[in-house]
């Protein structure tokens, strides 16, 4: 083969090639994809280091960090560890089915078949024990505020109650409650149900005021509520299986079509952050895309980070910053968690604890 041969397939080899590239980022998802692995290029140096490690006696089912310190919850036990990995307490709790709320000045164990909560300091004192007397699904704190979702016979409901255990408001409804959310100021509160109404299924989206009457009732059809916060005055933003919207009263004010959502979180400025397998947006409260970004890999959960944004899954953790890869990490172990930690990243494996500086 005579040099010219050589060159003209050469270049038509480039040319094919020039050619799929520019078809692959005509795409805007591929664009974004190429962009990400351009800049992932950039952060070869900027590995996250393991700066501690705790070893843990015991299974490891919940962390937490507090005041430069860590609460492991796992067999029953409570401990706090400080950040050498020394026990300062530990308790042991005889429940039939214990779970665990880290709040942020308190912590409660609570026995779901039997409706006690106890209530303890992070100096391991038990402050308040709470008898609920109905089974307990599950347990949030807001401000100065329990909510806690009941279960009994039938009927599910709402408690809420103030920090010495009385109960401020309580609502009992016969559908199946799927998701609730509280505001800040403790004024109100929104609650999702499942209808079943023949053969089709849907969400009942209803907002109370507290100590009074329904304000707002609104219906989904053919859709099943996985997420609620209330954003600002009676305004819900309640994400589903179809698609996330904002509403106010009984008026849908966006909607936004999604699907197989990993995460959500609502930052203080109510910006929604989205993750979706290999892709994470960031969608305003007016329901404008303010940033959008896709990965070579997916990723299962968002933790917010000081002024970063951390993206992780079992075998891998990524650190956002306006857009750009700014660290990463690829431990040889199954990650079971990350928590964020006020100068650690905290990633949790079966019975290791890893504090990762960034």
């Given amino acids: 083969m005579d040099e010219k041969t050589k060159s003209s397939i050469f270049s038509r080899v480039i040319i094919i090639l020039l050619?799929?590239?520019?078809?692959?980022?005509?795409?805007?998802?591929?664009?974004?994809?190429?962009?990400?692995?351009?800049n992932s290029l950039t952060t070869a140096g900027k590995s996250l280091q393991v700066a501690k490690f705790l070893s843990i006696d015991g299974p490891i089912?919940?962390?937490?960090?507090?005041?430069?310190?860590?609460?492991?919850?796992?067999?029953?036990?409570?401990?706090?560890?400080?950040?050498?990995?020394?026990?300062?307490?530990?308790?042991?709790?005889?429940?039939?089915?214990?779970?665990?709320?880290?709040?942020?000045?308190?912590?409660y164990v609570y026995d779901s078949?039997?409706?006690?909560?106890?209530?303890?300091?992070?100096?391991?004192?038990?402050?308040?024990?709470?008898?609920?007397?109905?089974?307990?699904?599950?347990?949030?704190?807001?401000g100065e505020r329990l909510i806690v979702h009941t279960i009994e016979q039938n009927n599910e409901g709402l408690k809420i109650l103030d920090f010495n255990g009385n109960i401020v408001d309580n609502r009992s409804v016969e559908s199946k409650i799927l998701t609730y959310s509280i505001d800040e100021d403790n004024k109100a509160y929104g609650i999702c149900t499942l209808n079943l109404a023949g053969d089709?299924?849907?969400?009942?989206?209803?907002?109370?005021?507290?100590?009074?009457?329904?304000?707002?009732?609104?219906?989904?059809?053919?859709?099943?509520?996985?997420?609620?916060?209330?954003?600002?005055?009676?305004?819900?933003?309640?994400?589903?299986?179809?698609?996330?919207?904002?509403?106010?009263?009984?008026?849908?004010?966006?909607?936004?079509?999604?699907?197989?959502?990993?995460?959500?979180?609502?930052?203080?400025?109510?910006?929604?952050?989205?993750?979706?397998?290999?892709?994470?947006?960031i969608i305003s409260k007016d329901g404008d895309i303010k940033d959008k970004y896709s990965f070579t890999q997916d990723y299962d959960r968002i933790i917010p980070l000081n002024n970063y944004t951390v993206l992780w899954e079992s075998g891998y953790i990524v650190g956002l910053q306006e857009g750009k890869e700014v660290f990463k990490y690829q431990p040889k172990d199954e990650i079971y968690d990350v928590v964020e930690g006020e100068k650690h990243l905290i990633v949790v494996y079966q019975n290791r604890i890893d504090l990762l500086s960034y």
């Fill in 113 to 142: 078949t039997l409706g006690d909560i106890y209530c303890l300091s992070f100096s391991g004192d038990t402050l308040e024990r709470i008898q609920i007397g109905t089974g307990i699904k599950s347990i949030t704190e807001n």
């Fill in 19 to 38: 050619i799929g590239l520019v078809l692959f980022l005509s795409n805007k998802e591929n664009q974004s994809k190429f962009v990400n692995y351009i």
């Fill in 61 to 107: 089912e919940k962390v937490a960090y507090r005041n430069n310190k860590i609460l492991v919850w796992g067999s029953n036990k409570l401990t706090l560890y400080d950040l050498n990995g020394s026990k300062d307490w530990e308790k042991e709790f005889s429940l039939n089915n214990p779970n665990v709320l880290f709040g942020k000045e308190r912590v």
């Fill in 200 to 281: 089709s299924i849907k969400t009942q989206v209803q907002v109370y005021e507290i100590k009074r009457d329904l304000v707002s009732s609104l219906s989904l059809e053919n859709e099943i509520s996985l997420y609620v916060k209330l954003i600002g005055k009676n305004k819900l933003l309640v994400l589903t299986d179809k698609g996330l919207h904002l509403i106010e009263g009984d008026v849908v004010l966006w909607k936004k079509e999604l699907e197989n959502i990993k995460d959500i979180y609502v930052d203080e400025n109510n910006n929604i952050n989205i993750l979706n397998d290999n892709t994470f947006q």
